[in-house]
């Protein structure tokens, strides 16, 4: 069964709100809300065709199959909900655009240093590659996780692979 849009928006804010407070439980409710608000927003935009909620929703299914196995599970969330924040489809650049963005909304409620992580994280998404030059091989793993969840689109059935070609 195909799930509507609007239930989506829902349970994705729910996982959202759940990893951020996860990290900061100080952070107010309705600064949650504006947050996940922001990107809902962001990924409902009409230029989107893959980069939806829905691929959002796709990469969560994956991810609680194996956060029992990450290290820093609720930054490597967080770096999934903004790795596509940004999207034009005729700019080559979203990657960067979405880590920085990630960048100046979460700078208010996290540490410099997770900050930092879900920024790398977000670039990696750019060519898929680790680099290794800003994690350590802890967060390699999580890394490398992160980018085969990125890229599994590939290995999906055909018809869904051929949507999203």
């Not at 991810?63 to 034009?88: C, R, T």
Request: charged share 25%; glycine share 2%; with cysteine.
């Amino acid at each position: 069964m195909i799930k509507a849009l609007a239930q989506i928006e829902r349970e994705l804010g729910k996982v959202f709100a759940q990893h951020l407070t996860a990290i900061n439980s100080a952070i107010e409710p309705e600064k949650v809300n504006n947050l996940w608000q922001d990107i809902a927003i962001r990924y409902n935009e009409a230029q989107r065709a893959y980069h939806s909620l829905q691929h959002i929703e796709q990469l969560f299914r994956q991810f609680e199959q194996i956060k029992h196995v990450l290290n820093e599970p609720h930054l490597i969330a967080l770096a999934l909900f903004y790795h596509d924040v940004i999207y034009d489809p005729k700019r080559g650049d979203n990657e960067l655009k979405s880590a920085e963005y990630a960048v100046e909304v979460l700078g208010k409620y996290l540490t410099a240093e997770q900050v930092r992580r879900i920024y790398n994280l977000i670039l990696m998404t750019a060519d898929h590659q680790l680099d290794s030059s800003h994690i350590s091989s802890e967060q390699d793993s999580d890394a490398a996780y992160l980018l085969d969840m990125d890229l599994s689109v590939l290995g999906a059935s055909w018809c869904d692979y051929e949507r999203y070609a």
